[in-house]
C-alpha cells in the first residue's frame, strides 16, 4: 500500500492584519501596524498549495476562524449589538480588540500535533490542537481548531481527536512547529522528535533570559503519551534557548525534517552534539542525513530573516526531495549560495522551488508554517473530507471565493468597521459550503 505525507494549509482569513502581537517574533515586531492585503496573502497562499498538488503531493486545506473574535469579547465584557461590541473594544481596549482579530489560524503548523498510524498503539492517526496559550490572540484558536479537524478528518476508523492540553503556561503547546518525524519510509514507525524551550516543572533548567520559550517539555511529553507513542520512537531535545533569544521563536525557525533528513542550524539545539547522538540512536541503522548548517555559512540573523528553516522539504515521486523556499531565501546572498551549493551535495536534496508568500513572511511565518503535515495511508487518504483537498477545481473555487470576499487591503483601523464583520462571516459561511464543514463557527450557531 502506499503512503505518503499530505499538507493541509491554512487558508489565510478575510482580517490578515499586522498588528505586532507576538513579543519574540522579530517580523511580527517590525511590522506592527503596516498595512496588509487579505486577498494577496490568501491568493500566495493559494499558489503555493498548487504548486505543491502539481508536483504530485496531496494537498489540503484548513479552514480560517472567524475574526473579529465577537465572542471572545463579549466573555470579556463588551456588549450590546455586534457593531456596539467592535467599537467599545476598539476604543476602550485597542491591544486586547487588535488580538481578537488576528488571523493567525493561518499557521496551521501550529494547529496540532499530528502523529501518524504508523506509530501510534491503535494503528490511528491522532491529533492533538495546540493550546497556544504563550500568546493572548493565539490562544483564542484551539477550540474551533478542533472543529475544523473533525470536520476534515471526519472518520472515527481513521481518526482519533484529542482535546488541547489545559490552558496554562506550564503546558504551553505550538503543535507541529516544534514536533518533526523522521522516519526511513512514511508508513514504516518513525522516531518523532519533540524539540522543547523550558521545563515548566523544573525551573532550574536552562531557559532563554529575554523571549519566552513558547512550548515546555511537560507539553510535549502529553502529547506524546496522548498519542500512545513507543518511548522508543521519541525524543525530546531542547531548543538553544540563546537562539530563542535572538527570535527563534519555534523550533520551525531553526530545523526541519523530512524522512531521514534532519536540515538544522548548528545552533539549533541546547547540548547538540548529545541530542544528535541521542537521535541518531533512536532512529537505528537505516540511513539518516543530518544536513547542519554552519554559522560561518549562514548566520542565525540570515537564517531568521530569510526563514531558510522555515522551509518544507518534500519527497518527489522519482524518490529525490525538494525544499520549498521563501522568495527571501533568493534575496539573501549568503542563503541563495548555500541553497545553490546545497543541491550539487551528496544529499537526497536535489531542488528548490522559490515562493513568495511575503504577506506571511511579515509577520513571520513562511511556508512551513502555513502547513500541517499528515502521513497516511491510500486507506486514510479516502477517509479525509475529500472537498477540503486541493485540485484544479477547488483551486478555481477558492481563488474565485477570495476574488469575490477580500479586501485589497487592510489597516488596523479598519477592523473595528462593522461592514468588515459582515463580510469575513458572509465569506466563512460560504466556506463551510465549498468544503462541506457543517457549522464551525460560533456565528453558525446562533
Ligand atoms: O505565532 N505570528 C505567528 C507566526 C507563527 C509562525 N509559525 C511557525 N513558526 N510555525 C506567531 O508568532 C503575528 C500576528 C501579528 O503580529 O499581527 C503572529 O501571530
Known amino acids: 500500500m502506499k503512503q505518503f505525507e499530505a499538507n493541509f494549509d491554512g487558508l489565510v482569513g478575510p482580517t490578515h492584519n499586522y498588528a505586532g502581537l507576538s513579543y519574540g517574533n522579530v517580523a511580527s515586531l517590525n511590522n506592527a501596524s503596516a498595512s496588509s492585503s487579505p486577498k494577496q496573502a490568501a491568493k500566495q497562499g493559494l499558489k503555493k498549495m498548487k504548486a505543491l498538488t502539481d508536483l504530485g503531493m496531496v494537498q489540503g486545506v484548513l479552514a480560517p476562524q472567524e ?12 456588549s450590546g449589538t455586534d457593531a456596539n461590541v467592535l467599537s467599545l473594544a476598539a476604543k476602550q481596549a485597542p491591544a486586547i480588540f487588535q488580538a481578537c482579530c488576528s488571523a493567525s489560524s493561518m499557521w496551521t503548523a501550529n494547529a496540532a500535533t ?46 482519533v481527536h484529542h482535546e488541547h492540553l489545559p490552558d496554562n503556561e506550564h503546558f504551553g503547546d505550538e503543535g507541529a512547529a516544534n514536533h518533526t518525524r523522521l522516519c526511513s519510509e512514511y508508513g514504516k514507525a518513525g522516531l518523532e522528535l519533540f524539540v522543547y ?59 526541519v525534517g523530512n524522512r531521514n533528513v534532519l536540515f538544522f542550524h548548528e545552533q539549533a539545539f541546547y547540548q547538540s552534539e548529545q541530542a544528535l547522538a541521542n537521535i541518531k540512536q533512536k532512529f537505528g541503522k537505516d540511513e539518516l542525513h543530518f544536513i547542519c548548517v554552519k554559522t560561518s555559512e549562514v548566520s542565525v540573523q540570515d537564517a531568521i530573516k530569510s526563514y531558510l528553516f522555515n522551509t518544507q522539504i518534500i519527497s518527489l515521486a522519482n524518490g529525490d526531495m525538494a525544499i520549498i523556499a521563501p522568495t527571501d531565501c533568493k534575496e539573501n546572498p549568503a542563503v541563495a549560495n548555500y541553497l545553490d551549493k546545497l543541491v550539487q551535495q551528496n544529499t537526497p536534496i ?23 503535515r499528515v502521513a497516511m495511508t491510500e486507506k486514510e487518504h479516502a477517509a479525509v473530507n475529500q472537498h477540503t483537498l486541493i485540485n484544479d477545481a477547488q483551486f478555481e473555487r477558492l481563488n474565485n471565493w477570495v476574488d469575490t470576499h477580500y479586501r485589497e487591503t487592510l489597516h488596523v483601523n479598519d477592523l473595528s468597521d462593522p461592514q468588515l464583520l459582515i463580510e469575513s462571516r458572509t465569506a466563512l459561511d460560504e466556506l463551510t459550503q465549498i468544503l462541506h464543514l457543517g457549522s464551525v463557527y460560533p456565528f453558525q450557531q446562533i
Open 350 to 372: 536535489k531542488h528548490v522551488y522559490y515562493h513568495d508568500v511575503k504577506q506571511s513572511m511579515r509577520n513571520g511565518g513562511g511556508p512551513a508554517c502555513l502547513r500541517l
Open 197 to 255: 524551550g523550558r521545563h515548566a516543572f523544573d525551573t532550574s533548567k536552562p531557559a532563554p533570559k529575554k523571549f519566552p520559550a513558547r512550548q515546555t517539555l511537560e507539553a510535549s511529553q502529553a502529547v506524546a503519551r496522548l498519542h500512545g507513542l513507543n518511548d522508543d520512537n521519541v525524543v525530546y531535545v531542547q531548543q538553544n534557548p540563546d537562539l530563542i533569544d535572538q527570535g527563534v521563536f519555534h523550533n520551525d525557525v531553526i530545523a
Open 114 to 159: 499530528v502523529s501518524p498510524s504508523a506509530d501510534t498503539s491503535d494503528t490511528k492517526i491522532h491529533f492533538t490542537p495546540a493550546n497556544l496559550t504563550n500568546k493572548y490572540h493565539r490562544s483564542l484558536e484551539p477550540e474551533v481548531t478542533g472543529k475544523i479537524l473533525k470536520a476534515t478528518f471526519a472518520n472515527r476508523e481513521h481518526f
Open 67 to 78: 475574526r473579529p473574535d465577537i465572542a471572545s469579547l463579549r466573555r470579556l465584557g463588551f
